[in-house]
């Protein structure tokens, strides 16, 4: 286990030794994600400006949340990339072949052989939203609930890692799963409007099956409502270590069924 | 030690139809074709040997060569390098540990960055001591010749070059066995020269088992005492390679330019009616048994008899006689 | 009948990049589960979209938003979605970057016309086989499951003619503009930021995520002056109805007009690309 931690600085490293070698590269991947997010906030805005209300919650308390779920989006997607590649053509190029001979985790090869710091555009959006937005909300903060907001973020992380995981693993039997990876991912960008104005179908998709709004929607939900997060914040651990286990485990026997490149 | 036994491996591929029209078709169905890669093959290959494991394309080299260093699992049947299945994820750290691989299509080298840098990453994940890497280290600059360009991204390497580089990043580690999957295809010959010769000095020096594919016969000859040959997953022979050409009958070919010439009817009553002629070019080929007539004997005959201008003398190279094995399925 | 359609067929330049195109699907399309996950995929986020803004009109005070009513609402947005993705199918836009990345235009500088006619005819390619693999069935879904969910209307039979006429115009506007910026494969190789980039600028200004009429006034004048509007909403409209005859063909001449406009600024700009590419030396 120590070895592992002592090897991922050295990923990390080479991949940024060789993004920086194309400096211009990088700087137009951190401002494509900027626009991105720049966009899809002005669409909020524009979209809940157009009415009072949306089920009590003005812009000001979404553009709060919406900060708050990009932390962990934005977080996972530095780290994390390289699962696309898996869903993408990583098993009909054989690009595990490489993993497979090495004494290492081929997981952890996996990911760490990817670090897109265009994410940090992202994650200091984020930031810079709650910053903003925070103060706006009449909220008194303490300990009892910044922590367990920070707790649920911190497993939220590990959702989205292992929700593209496990429909990254699919890519296993099916040799391709990135559109069907990209679909739920997107399903993320639904955690920004309260849970209850979608029908019953819809908040059972988001809020049990694919969790987001489990562990992104509800503590901000509690946060605003003043009411106690740290149960909430199990229920979030104990899905995401659920579904963390599901993702290894889908991923495991995969490997076992990889068929590698064609012959 | 390798034991492969009673491998087997299917894949299954989709049944795919034709056209758009078939495309929609094949959307909707659940048809699948199994296709057999490898049959049931076994054989064992003991510390220190260079073994040539060949075989047509699709004949199932690669895929035992893949299942040998656990990238695939086999459908049926064990493989155990030194007592452990290397596709299994409990034991293949420990395998992978001591064996290192090469694809002559696809480098391992990370491709941006310096080559010293992937060899500084690889150090670190195979936990090689200093002062064995050092050693190493200094060594494969020498035989493979790669100091020049160590500072330079993998991308920017030639194809020889790279496959030197690849090379060395296999054996740094000083792995029990090396796979070596088409090393030198598409090398000119002072490369491939080198690589053979570094092979060949490290499977001294070091005792490292080495399994070699390719459709080369010149890197077979030059390395392999033993051969494989692999076709449509079966195994069609498993031996040392002197004794094909043996069981093929030493075929020698002699060459002969000469401004006169010769009495072939004559020439070849004295020698029992065993020899066949060919004519190429300005060249008088003359073909015969060497473990039926005497090398010695034929050309005298052939330098009493005429006035050579130029001469030479070739064996049946293995390139025809594993051609003959394909074709016969058998020996 | 059959005489003329072969003699036709024989000399429409489009046969032979259609087989360009129908490789290039079955490619993409080789793996059903790829298809399956990305109607599928499409099929949720439009449900998602729609439930949202049924919500959205539920808190609201009136029932029309900046013009709109709910049925008018989830129409353009789910025809907003289907349409963008049959005209903005931006493959030429990778395409180049592949070719400038293996130095083909390089290499060979070809002729610009001969290029940008190939691309183009790629683009159209591209756009007919979308159209009839993708967008037909989805759209036939989609509208008929409107319509009889919250009373949409079918558009008639012009609508769709003219709407034809009009994504036609639209992509070929797309196609010069792709080109245009595709041409920053020489300064950089980061394709992919700058196609984010170009997609998500062209959806959002173009009316892909909202209609142009909830932008603010200023705004919206800006955006009618440029040729972002013509891309996306005209189509939209046109196939939604919205406008009467005359406006539609009005409309349709203003986009065949931006579509000469930025022909000519695509080669323009190439021309003058390529010089400086072969003065650096690139």
New interface residues.
């Given amino acids: 286990m120590k070895?592992y931690f002592?090897?991922y600085p050295?990923?990390i490293a080479?991949c940024i030794?060789?993004k920086l070698?194309?400096k211009?590269?990088?700087i137009?991947?951190i401002?494509?994600?900027l626009?991105?997010n720049i966009?899809a906030f002005?669409?909020l805005y524009?979209?809940i400006s157009?009415?009072?209300?949306?089920?009590g919650w003005t812009f000001e308390k979404m553009a709060f949340l919406y900060g708050f779920c990009l932390i962990p989006k934005s977080i996972d997607h530095v780290f994390t990339d390289a699962i696309w590649w898996l869903g993408g053509w990583a098993i009909r190029k054989?690009d595990?072949?490489?993993y497979?001979?090495?004494?290492?985790?081929p997981l952890f090869q996996l990911i760490a052989d990817d670090f897109q710091y265009?994410g940090l555009g992202e994650l200091i959006l984020g930031i810079f939203l709650l910053i903003i937005y925070g103060p706006m909300q009449n909220i008194t903060w303490s300990v009892s609930n910044v922590i367990p907001l920070i707790i649920c973020g911190f497993f939220a992380i590990f959702m989205f890692t292992a929700i593209k995981l496990i429909f990254a693993s699919?890519a296993f039997w099916?040799?391709?799963?990135?559109?069907?990876m990209?679909?739920i991912y997107?399903?993320s960008s639904?955690t920004k409007?309260p849970i209850n104005?979608?029908?019953r179908f819809?908040k059972v998709i988001l809020v049990y099956i694919i969790p987001f709004s489990l562990a992104m929607y509800y503590p901000i939900d509690y946060l605003y409502r003043g009411e106690s997060i740290w149960i909430l914040t199990l229920a979030v651990a104990a899905v995401t270590i659920l579904l963390c286990v599901i993702a290894y485990s889908l991923w495991?026997i995969g490997?076992?069924?990889?068929?590698?490149a064609g012959? | 030690m390798i034991e492969v036994k009673n491998i087997t491996k299917i894949f299954k591929k989709p049944v795919r139809k034709q056209g758009i029209g078939g495309m929609i078709k094949t959307l909707f169905s659940n048809k699948y074709d199994s296709i057999v890669a490898v049959n049931n093959i076994s054989f064992t290959i003991h510390t220190g040997e260079i073994v040539g494991y060949i075989g047509s394309n699709g004949a199932g080299k690669s895929t035992t060569i893949k299942m040998m260093c656990g990238i695939l699992t086999p459908t049926s049947g064990q493989i155990l390098i030194d007592g452990m299945e290397p596709y299994n994820s409990k034991t293949r750290n420990k395998v992978t540990k001591n064996i290192g691989v090469v694809f002559g299509q696809r480098s391992q080298l990370w491709w941006d960055l310096p080559l010293i840098e992937t060899f500084r990453l690889l150090k670190l994940i195979y936990e090689v001591p200093d002062t064995e890497w050092n050693e190493r280290f200094e060594y494969f600059k020498e035989v493979l010749d790669i100091g020049k360009f160590l500072n330079s991204p993998a991308r920017t390497l030639s194809l020889g070059q790279r496959m030197r580089a690849d090379l060395a990043a296999s054996l740094l580690h000083n792995p029990k066995v090396l796979f070596l999957d088409e090393p030198t295809i598409g090398l000119d010959v002072l490369v491939k020269e080198k690589i053979l010769t570094a092979i060949k000095d490290i499977n001294k020096k070091f005792n490292t088992t080495v399994i070699v594919t390719t459709h080369d016969m010149n890197d077979i000859t030059e390395l392999c005492k033993r051969i494989i040959i692999i076709d449509e997953g079966n195994i069609l022979y498993d031996g040392p390679l002197k004794n094909i050409k043996n069981r093929f009958g030493d075929i020698r070919h002699i060459y002969i330019s000469s401004s006169e010439r010769m009495n072939l009817a004559t020439f070849n009553a004295a020698f029992e009616h065993k020899l066949s002629f060919e004519k190429d070019e300005n060249f008088l080929i003359i073909s015969f048994d060497a473990a039926i007539l005497s090398i010695n004997d034929i050309v005298n005959y052939i330098f009493q008899n005429c006035k050579v201008k130029d001469f030479k003398i070739t064996e049946n190279n293995i390139e025809s006689v594993v051609k003959k094995i394909y074709e016969e399925k058998s020996i | 009948m059959k005489v003329l359609l072969k003699r036709y067929m024989k000399r429409n330049p489009f046969k032979k990049y259609f087989a360009f195109v129908k490789g290039g699907i079955l490619q993409a399309f080789s793996y059903k589960f790829s298809i399956f996950g990305w109607i599928i995929g499409d099929f949720i986020q439009i449900i998602i979209l729609c439930f949202l803004w049924i919500a959205i009109y539920q808190y609201s005070p009136t029932t029309e938003i900046n013009g709109f009513t709910m049925p008018m609402m989830l129409t353009y947005l789910v025809s907003a979605r289907i349409v963008s993705q049959l005209v903005f199918s931006g493959d030429s836009f990778w395409q180049i970057g592949e070719d400038i990345r293996y130095g083909y235009i390089a290499n060979n500088l070809i002729r610009p016309i001969d290029y940008r006619k190939r691309l183009m005819t790629m683009d159209i390619g591209n756009f007919f086989g979308i159209m009839i693999i993708a967008f037909i069935p989805i759209y036939i879904v989609s509208i008929t499951v409107l319509h009889f969910a919250i009373g949409a209307m079918f558009p008639t039979w012009y609508n769709i003619i003219f709407f034809f006429i009009s994504s036609l115009a639209s992509l070929l506007i797309i196609s010069s503009f792709n080109f245009m910026i595709g041409q920053l494969a020489f300064f950089t190789g980061a394709l992919f930021g700058i196609g984010m980039i170009k997609n998500e600028l062209l959806m959002f200004l173009s009316g892909g995520y909202l209609p142009i009429a909830f932008f603010p006034e200023k705004l919206q004048a800006i955006l009618n002056i440029l040729p972002f509007t013509s891309v996306l909403q005209t189509p939209n409209f046109i196939l939604m109805g919205n406008y009467g005859i005359t406006e539609t063909i009005i409309r349709i001449l203003i986009q065949f007009g931006w579509a000469l406009v930025f022909s000519v600024l695509a080669s323009l700009t190439f021309k003058g690309t390529i010089k400086h590419v072969t003065s650096v030396g690139g």
């Fill in positions: 070895k002592k090897l050295h990923y080479m030794k060789t070698s194309y211009v590269d990088a137009i991947g401002v494509s994600f626009i991105t966009v002005s669409t524009l979209t157009s009415i009072p209300s949306l089920n054989g595990l072949d490489k497979l001979i090495k004494p290492l985790n265009d699919i099916t040799k391709r799963s990135i559109e069907l990209t679909t997107e399903l639904f409007y104005i979608f029908n819809v495991h490997l076992k069924k990889y068929e590698s012959n």
